[in-house]
């Protein structure tokens, strides 16, 4: 139920009873601001689909995730083979020399 409500310049504006009977001197106020909240009614088919996304692009995140630590333990391992290689092929004569005091 609408009720005809006159402005300060004079314009009449329609308004829900219960919004006017609340704060009358607020809502007709020049400047007022309403929230409006519109209830959103999907059927279960459409809210199914999402879900399902939803729990698709999950996975494939959690997926990445692991995939990226794999990877990153993949080359700190090699790296830590490519030095120890590298080491066997850097052999000197002060890997095998040895430094003794004479009394």
């Known amino acids: 139920m609408t009720k005809d409500v006159k402005n300060e310049d004079g314009s009449v504006t329609k308004v829900k009873e ?5 704060m009358p001197e607020r809502c007709n106020a020049k400047g007022a601001v309403f929230v409006v909240q519109i209830g959103c009614l999907q059927d279960q088919e459409e809210l ?3 879900q399902y996304v939803q729990l698709g692009l999950t996975c494939s995140g959690v997926f990445m995730c692991f995939s990226f630590i794999s990877i990153m333990f993949f080359a700190k391992k090699s790296q830590e083979l490519a030095c120890y290689e590298f080491d066997q092929q850097a052999v000197t004569a002060a890997d095998y020399t040895c430094e003794m005091e004479i009394p």
Not at 18 to 22: D, G, I, K, L, T
Request: net charge neutral; no cysteine; aromatic share 0%.
């Open 48 to 50: 199914d689909t999402k």
């Open 18 to 22: 219960n919004v006017v009977n609340v």
